[in-house]
């Protein structure tokens, strides 16, 4: 598979330049050059397997021509284990769980992949790499746990101090080995500036190789389309025919892999795009017009993008044609006030535990919902465990959250963070 850049699509580069280089050099993002298939009975086949050999696959049909079999089984097997259950809320709402990862949230799948993918990479042209990332919380404990313990990289986070969760800050900065956090005397848009200038860097460039563990690399979005298949393939058939899901989404790489499943031939009639008040797609989506804004800070704030970077590849995906975006997709927007009254009436209702975002993401099927009869089943992403959000949470449900076993056992460790001022020179001692 060939991967073209939105901004050129006549270079073509390999699976292993566009996951090294992360971004190309124009700034576009990179894209596959053409969307495998999967047929109606390859699908019937695939409703009965586990999701571990689901996403085996999956992969297979992106990776075949460029990865070698045994690598392809390798990096599914050590990504994918842990499974992302269907359950069913009321009536024919289902919640699909992608907080099962180490982490709790849903970008663990994709890290996972990313790192050892990676990983391969290097090793093959005997390289050490050194990946570099700015992180407001999420991103971070996701990438810091993806790629602790994996040969030939060292992984540098950069987090500003004070300004991220307890809970967020055990998972980045606890860890040994090849993990370095270092904490900015700043904000985390000092903390991005800082690793944009590193990566720019043509001096430090030569000296290193250095990458990062970007959200757009593309080694990121394909894995998520492995558990779009794992959400049909547990629905009961009769629920199948007119199924739509709700996403909630802040850069659209999660939602961007459900359009690319659709493609590959996964039968969803609709895709909601549910956001906080940060609603640039939703406006988007009701317009015609795209307008960037700058973020507001929400409850949500996995999802808080004024200008969601995933963007021009859904437009590319539908040839930028306006009519056919809007006819297999549907943006609705919430405030924290109705996510938070909407985490209080489920548990009341249902006695089932939302977190800010999967809550965004609930309310985007039920607004669905009221407004068309004709589904045959209703699933929105869970993408983060309540208890990462206790605090919001316990307010609305009057109850504490229980920890699981894999976040309390971060809770305990010592911290090793490494102080830095927000200062490139002080950065550059800690890369060299
Ligand atoms: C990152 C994140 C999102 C947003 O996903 P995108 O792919 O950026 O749209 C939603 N929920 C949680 C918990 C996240 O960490």
Redesign the pocket.
Known sequence: MKFYSTKNNSKLVDLKTAVLEGMPKDSGLYMPTEIPLISTKELEDVSKISFQELSLFIAFKFFKDDLSKALIEKLVHESITFDAPLVNIYDNVYALEL?HGPTL???DFAARFMARLMSSFVKEDKKKLKVIVATSG??GS?VANSFYSIDNIEVIILYPSGKISKIQEQQIATLDKNIKALEVNGTFDDCQKLVKTALADKELNKKIDLSSAN?INIARLLP?TFYYFRAWSQLDKKRRDNLVIS??????????AGLIAKKMGLPIKKFIASTNINDVIPQYLTTGAYTAKASKQTI?N??D?GD?S?FVRIKELYGNIFDDIKKDIVGFSFTDDQTRANIKDTYKRYSYIL?P?GSVGMLGLKKYIRQNEDISAGIFFE??HPA?FMDIVEKEIGQKVLIPERLAAFMDKEKRSIKINNDYKELIEQLI
Not at 247 to 256: A, I, K, M
Request: aromatic share 10%; charged share 15%.
């Open positions: 907080f949230a849903f970008k999420d991103t996701a959200s998520q996403v909630p989404s802040g850069n659209f790489g999660n939602l961007c949500s996995a999802m993008v969601p995933n977190d975002h993408t983060a990462k």
